[in-house]
């Protein structure tokens, strides 16, 4: 029995008042697992009664189902909780406070991302890294690929962080970076299969709880395609803007074309495409061989009007380095494929320096009791009703997905509902929590621009 299956189990039990599970509001406390006894303490704010002995039911039920569970404790107690500010009238939400709250040492969070699995991102992420530190910048490199995580192998390291004594993780730091990984928590035969209220925990933990110091560059080597972790990743800070791996393959391409359009949607910037294993030179003959083809990603990055960061030759020295644990811009700093990583390197530098400024968000305020206002920065603005706003709740317990129709009466909403508190999501959108302990789905920008229901 492992801690993982009892957290996803737990995942299932969910706190009615706020429509979210337990394990992802941090209700779970004290978790032991002896064999198959398994332990934990539910602390919540939910006062004793008819609601909280149903939790705890939920939670032993959901723990007892566990193949190989031969005994179940659980322990509940209160959260006493600070009273919540409403949102005053004029509060304007601040666009950095999340980003300022989780990692406020770091200048610049960059995603490396595809759209596909095999095309080398991770490789590139590390040495990109590499190279960046080599123009004298302070690195780090956070590995979110939580699947199958290959940045310590790549460097080449076989020690755990240590921690804080406020339980934060020092990064681990190898060859001028400073890198955090699940790979530093997982024996080599072990796989994480964790949903996605598990992963945006890992997201978050990997941010807030890893003590980063200052930082020019935190790049970040995601796994491939549109998934939970991108969209975590997108909806907890606010990017700098993402790099794109393809290959010139005309299938890895169209691939990739769908991480594009993910960024475009969450509103994160594209700092640029690499196209990795561009060409190979024969160590022999000196002839060039266009495996995959040639200048594919070039040319659709000049389509899609994406800055072009440069091509990575395929070379056998990448990968027996990397096996290694030497990559390639360490152990061979004059190749050209170092070479062509450190100019690729360059071009993203002035590409973050020519977007080193704050998103263009818009001003969210409270001109009354009664009013959320959104004034976007071209000067469009939009007024909402307070309760009407609550009404158009866009989560999953409060419409259905398929239909289209809303899953409560509308009479069950008090008419003094108000926001107690406004905060953005990522680039792109906002989430409300309400007086009447609702905590909202997210409202995109996109959206809230758009025709009202």
């Known amino acids: 029995m492992k801690h993982e299956a009892v957290l996803e189990a737990l995942s299932s039990v969910q ?20 064999g198959g006894k398994v332990r934990f303490r539910i602390q919540s704010p939910i006062p004793p009664g008819e609601v909280r002995d149903h939790l705890r039911e939920a939670a032993h039920e959901a723990v007892s189902k566990l193949s ?18 409403t949102a005053s009238p ?18 610049s969070v960059i995603p490396v991302a595809s759209g ?81 209220p598990m992963l945006h925990k890992a997201i978050e933990q990997f941010l807030g709880g890893v003590a980063w110091e200052e930082l020019d560059y935190l790049i970040v080597d995601l796994p491939p395609g549109t998934g939970d972790i991108q969209l975590s990743l997108c909806q907890t800070i606010p990017l700098t803007g993402a790099v794109i791996v393809s290959t010139p393959q005309d299938v890895a391409l169209r691939v990739a074309q769908k991480a594009i359009a993910m960024f475009h949607k969450l509103n994160a910037p594209i700092l640029g495409m690499i196209e990795n294993m561009s060409h190979f030179i ?6 060039r061989e266009d495996i995959f083809g040639t200048g594919g990603a070039r040319k659709a990055a000049e389509r899609l009007g994406i800055p072009f960061l440069g091509e990575i030759p395929l070379a056998t020295p990448v990968r027996v380095q990397s096996d290694e644990g030497k990559p390639i811009v360490i152990s061979d700093p004059n190749s050209p494929v170092t070479q062509a990583f450190i100019q690729a390197a360059e071009k993203l530098a002035e590409e973050v320096k020519s977007r080193d400024k704050a998103p ?48 409560f009466d509308p009479a069950t909403i008090p008419p003094d509902v108000h926001p107690l508190h406004i905060s953005l999501v990522g680039n792109y ?7 009447d302990g609702h905590q909202t789905g997210i409202y995109s920008f996109t959206k809230l621009r758009g025709p009202r229901p």
Not at 17 to 31: A, E, N, W
Not at 170 to 184: D, T
Not at 282 to 287: A, D, E, I, M, R
Not at 389 to 398: D, M, V, Y
């Open 68 to 85: 190989g569970v031969t005994e179940v404790g659980v322990v509940m107690t209160s959260l006493i909780q600070k009273p919540e500010r």
């Open 282 to 287: 024969c160590s022999h003959c000196g002839k």
């Open 429 to 435: 959108a906002i989430n409300i929590r309400w007086s």
């Open 116 to 196: 596909k699995g095999g095309v080398g991102k991770s490789t590139v992420s590390v040495n990109l890294a590499l190279a960046l530190a080599h123009r004298g910048a302070r690195v780090g490199i956070m590995d979110a690929d939580v699947y199958g995580p290959t940045i310590p192998t790549l460097l080449g390291i076989a020690k755990q962080p240590d921690a804080l004594d406020d339980h934060r993780l020092i990064p681990v730091e190898q060859y001028g970076l400073k890198v955090m990984s699940m790979g530093f928590f997982l024996k080599e035969d072990d796989a994480v299969v964790w949903r996605g």
């Open 15 to 34: 706190d009615p008042g706020k429509g979210r599970d337990i394990v992802s509001l941090g209700y779970v406390q004290d978790l032991r697992v002896d």
């Open 90 to 107: 004029q509060e304007t939400v601040s666009p950095s406070s999340a980003k300022e709250r989780l990692i406020p040492n770091v200048k």
């Open 360 to 407: 263009e968000l818009p001003d969210i305020t409270r001109p009354d009791a009664h009013h959320i206002r959104i004034q976007w920065k071209d000067g469009y603005e939009r007024l909402f009703p307070v309760r009407e706003l609550r009404l158009e709740c866009p989560c999953a317990g409060c419409l259905d997905e398929m239909t289209g129709k809303r899953r």
